[in-house]
């Protein structure tokens, strides 16, 4: 009964809001109390402050609004400043965090109230306290108020944090003398001690990073631009030096993260025993993490870089000097380097990315995590920032417990078009990693796993496993991922000069690839396709010039495709050849390869998504040659820039095609109507469909010089009369005495010469700085729950039904 005439005393309150004519005074305590005094649950704050009401309130009564934001701040500014000593304390700082955390969606959706925040209480000081006769110069912004107290409370003995000391009235605490980096929420990078867990600190703190996490997402209320230097205000002053718990916030995100097991102690169907409050701060900890370690422009991830060069860690009690960048989260992060600490991160990325993939004998008796989108850009931000990171990454085997998963999700949602943004991030992440030799020296390690993926049954090596998923990315995968295909093959020509032994199955995958984009009509069919063609030669001539011992099975799927070969170097270049060409019928290739296998026991098809999903809009994938750079690898084992133009065999236009994402921001696009069909062949013709260009003799004949076939056709010629005199000598019509010969075979000295190593590295610019941006607050908006900006007015990008 006393709860429903709490709910009625604010309801009641929040229509006196909505009506009253004249502007309710500030000193009104009496009224304003009535919004946080009572047990207010999170859901009634939702449905007992509609949308409507708070837009009313905007538009007819702005000032009532602004004095309750206001209000709502100045309790919270005094609960921290008292160190919430009393249980009603603690249910009016719950209750104002999440009053804000209904209203400031609606203060940033409106352009002219987006400065309300930055604008000053009368007041207060910025040494955080409030007083009368405090100096106008010395008055900090309602924003910043509101951000240090949060950053307190998150420290706040007997609230967030277990207190050092036997807790009564009179020997409570004081929050602002207390050394935060003592209180920190988690064993692991920088603290040692585990605390004891306790769910009720746990809501806490998840209700108050949701507040967080909501001032941040202004962000969203702003259109998308790559050109857009200022960075988020409220990011910018909560990891700075203003904010004197940045060191222990982060590390407490981090290692709450890192240290999460959601399985326990295996105990089957605990998850439906018992709540687990802590994935919920888990889940909130990880989105507040990649939001604050944003960063904008290259030049600020190379500043960075350079501060690994410091001794000092976050491991240290005392907060470190900053160098490097202003936003101390990316500074901190870009510091750790001890072996220990990196191991456990890892482990900890490790183990929570691969537990959607647990199998076990009773269905779903295993809690499965759902923010492995989040996890996926925090491992990508740490490889980006943290170069010792990167190389402790790729210097064991380790990086395979990393590799896995991510194949996992792209063969998982290739189809679904409302998991696009999943796929890209994956393919990036791979990218990135290609671009250094030891990730292709860890791809020799055997594939055991038994991970229940819709892909055939081979035996064989990582290697093979990341190029049968690829050909199922390209072969059945969404229409929108076309442009990632050629991400997807830089990265198999970034691997080839490393891998020893391809299965049979990968190998007639890659030939398998190759037949379809070197078909005539859709070599004419854009004026780029014909750079996958180049990809895939590039990759064969790789492994033949340095890994050809070994690598029998694909030089038995090339000399059996030899026709493929052959057709390429004859590829007629006249005009009416060009003209049948296009005219021709389309008829794409199948879906499944004649070398498919029964799929993994326990699978299921890659299923497109439900209709009624929602999704938010992307920005436009940049191209691969504006995100990455050449670098040529030196006999030594070192890397060397090349100096090229971006792509050796352009078009004659010289001009590059722009090609949209998956879901692009542009609201025609978002409309049209898309089929679905698997075929390779009809890979980025529709991206292209609206351009005027059209293949001609001459862009033909200036790429078609320059095919990279010299080393295939030399094989070929060596090699194929003798595999048919033995196949008559002996009669032979096993391949397995084929592949006997031909693992016994030499071309020593009957090659041209090696060509040297060519390795595209991933390079940071503003296009994929807004591409993640997009994705990282479309992820966050789809997931958080409630929803809180939900029928706002977002900027960023377009939510849409399918």
Known sequence: MGNADTKLHFRKAVIQLTTKTQPVEATDDVFWDQFWAGSITVQDIFSLVPAAEIRAVREESPSNLATLCYKAVE??????????????????VVNCTRLLTRVLPYIFEDADWRGFFWSTIPGASRAGCLDEDVDENDVRPLAES???AIADLLFCPDFTVQSHKKSSPDTAEELQSIDSCEYIWEAGVGFAQSPPLNYIYDLNRTELLKLLLTC????????????????????????????????????????????YDPVGYGIPYNHLLFADHRERLVEQALQILVVTLEYEGGSAASAALQAL???ASPSSKEEP??????????????????????SFILKGLARLLNNPLVQTYLPRSTKKIQFYQELLILFWKFCDFNKKFLFFVLKSSDVLEMLVPILFYLNDARADQSRMGLVHIGVFILLLLSGERNFGVRLNKPYTLCVPMEIPVFTGTHADLLIVIFHKVITSGHQRLHPLFDCLLTIIVNISPYLKSLSMVAANKLIHLLEAFSTPWFLLSASQNHHLVFFLLEVFNNIIQYQFDGNSNLVYAIIRKRNVFHHLANLPTDVLSIQKAVQKKKLGISRINSTDNESMEGSRA??????????????????????TEKSRVSEDGTMVAVLSSHFPHAPADGGTITRASDTESNSERDHETYNTPSDVSRSRVSSVSSTAWSA????????????????????LQVLVPQVEKICIDKGLTDESEILKFLQHGTLVGLLPVP?????????????TAMWFRTYMWGVIYLRVDPPIWYDTDIKLFEIQRI
Request: charged share 20%; aromatic share 8%.
């Open 321 to 342: 000097e900053p160098t490097g960048p202003d936003n101390l989260f990316v500074n901190y992060l870009s510091r750790i380097h001890r072996e220990e600490d990196l």
């Open 75 to 92: 309790r919270l500014v005094q609960c921290a400043d008292s160190s919430c000593p009393s249980d009603k304390e603690h249910q009016i």
């Open 216 to 259: 941040f997402s202004e962000a969203m209320y702003l259109p998308p631009s790559p050109d857009r230097k200022v960075l988020n205000p409220w990011v910018s002053f909560f990891c700075s030096t203003e904010n004197r718990h940045a060191l222990p916030l982060f590390t407490s995100l981090l290692n709450v993260v890192c240290a």
């Open 309 to 311: 060069d410091s001794s």
């Open 146 to 148: 509101l951000l240090l």
């Open 606 to 627: 890659a299923a497109p998504a439900e209709p009624g999903t929602l999704k938010a809009s992307l920005e436009a994938t940049p191209g691969i040659d504006n995100i």
């Open 755 to 767: 060509h040297p190593i060519l390795i595209r590295k991933y390079q940071a610019n503003n296009g």
């Open 696 to 715: 001609n003799p001459d862009w033909m004949v200036s790429w078609k010089a320059k095919l990279p076939l010299q080393t295939i056709m030399r094989l």
